[in-house]
């Protein structure tokens, strides 16, 4: 297919078909990997046995071409925005009176992160609108500068209504949370409400914010706390460097794993974390994905607070954010829930309990 101009506004079916050359070059890589000695002890990052039993199960094991086949089973697209192509998959209900949701991911996921709540949503009377961010998986590298959380959600309000709805909602988690937040601060005409599974606001260092905490706030700022002290490297490094580390991401499938299961982990099913490095691997943007950091650390950070709805359906093995800060920044908080698996990914974890959350925020608007 011959590459679409900036002005293109055409909407083409996709389907996921990776050549049996690039299974077959993985293969071989990953059976020629050079692991890393094993470290004196489990603070020194992802461990060596790690990476090896994901790598051998990649290898022997993991069955891409049922991933890709359920991938398939959706209805597919590309089309062209500001420049960028951008891939997603259009799942409508059978209710006539459907809501459209926009649902974006976050990194080191993909769109595989709502494969598992797809289904309730449908059922639930909801329109499904699944993109992959500029950057990730089959929306292709970014080829310009600027692809931030506010020029991403631009892209996605232009995205909804290019699909003719005028009225819709957001969700998202990690990146798509706060992907998600700026949708609604683009368009708040169009979007009913915001549904994260975290909210970023965080102190501002004036010490008097920090009277008066209850236990549950507490709590989370020492999780945010241990999280910035001994998790964060990676924000540094995508922020700052994403291209240096970019060159081992594009060549070692089992560098990639290492890298993507710091935030992916062993609580996690391994057909889920290796269908995202595959499509990490496969699409060639384990490095592009990463520039997202950097472009929001160059970007001006948002001014005055969101009038959309906004609700929070948090984890209690997470950090998804402390009420009194989200209260400065957010207008109009609706619901603040926090559910009791422990994970990062609850649309892919629970994804029963937080289609009932979705569709109370929304039936309430």
């Keep these: 297919m011959s590459e679409d101009t900036r002005e293109d506004t055409a909407i083409r ?15 071989a890589r990953l059976a020629a990997t050079r692991f890393a000695d094993p470290a004196p002890g489990p603070d020194y990052g992802v461990a060596t ?17 049922a991933q890709e086949e359920r991938l398939n089973r959706h209805p597919q697209f590309i089309t062209r925005i500001d420049g960028q192509r951008v891939h997603f998959l259009h799942i409508r209900s059978e209710h006539a009176d459907a809501l459209p949701l926009l649902l974006t991911h976050g990194w080191p996921g993909s769109v595989v992160e709502f494969e598992n709540i797809v289904a309730p949503l449908t059922a639930g009377g909801f329109h499904l609108v699944i993109p992959s961010i500029p950057g990730f998986g089959f929306s292709g590298p970014t080829t310009e500068e ?8 631009r892209a996605w309000d232009t995205l909804m209504r290019r699909l003719g709805y005028e009225r819709y909602g957001a ?23 915001t549904h994260v599974t975290q909210v970023f606001s965080f102190p ?5 914010e920090l009277t008066g905490l209850t236990d549950e706030e507490r709590q989370a700022l020492e999780n945010l706390n241990w999280f910035m002290e001994h998790k964060s490297a990676f924000n540094q490094v995508h922020a700052q460097q994403p291209q240096t580390l970019a060159h081992a991401l594009l060549d070692s499938p089992a560098g990639l794993l290492g890298w993507l299961d710091q935030l992916l982990g062993e609580e996690l099913d391994d057909d889920f974390v290796l269908a995202n490095a595959a499509i990490h691997w496969f699409t060639g943007t384990a490095g592009s994905a990463l520039r997202l950091y950097y472009e929001n650390a160059k970007a001006p950070r948002p001014e005055g607070r969101t009038t959309v709805p906004l609700a929070l359906s948090g984890s209690v093995g997470d950090f998804y954010g ?12 609706r619901s603040w829930t926090v559910h009791p698996e422990p994970t990062h990914y609850l649309h892919h974890v629970a994804p029963e309990a937080l289609a009932e959350d979705l569709a109370a925020f929304y039936g309430n608007l």
């Design 322 to 333: 402390i009420r009194r800060f989200a209260e400065r920044d957010h207008g109009d908080i």
């Design 49 to 65: 046995d790690r990476v090896r039993h994901l790598a051998e199960y990649w290898r022997h094991g993991y069955d891409w071409r």
């Design 146 to 153: 600027g692809w931030d959380n506010r020029r991403i959600a």
């Design 171 to 193: 969700a998202g988690n990690d990146a798509g949370s706060m992907i998600s937040v700026e949708v609604g601060r683009a368009a708040p005409e169009r979007v009913v409400g």
């Design 204 to 208: 501002s260092g004036d010490p008097a």
């Design 13 to 27: 079916r996709f389907r996921i078909e990776i050549p049996k050359s690039e299974t077959d070059a993985l293969a």
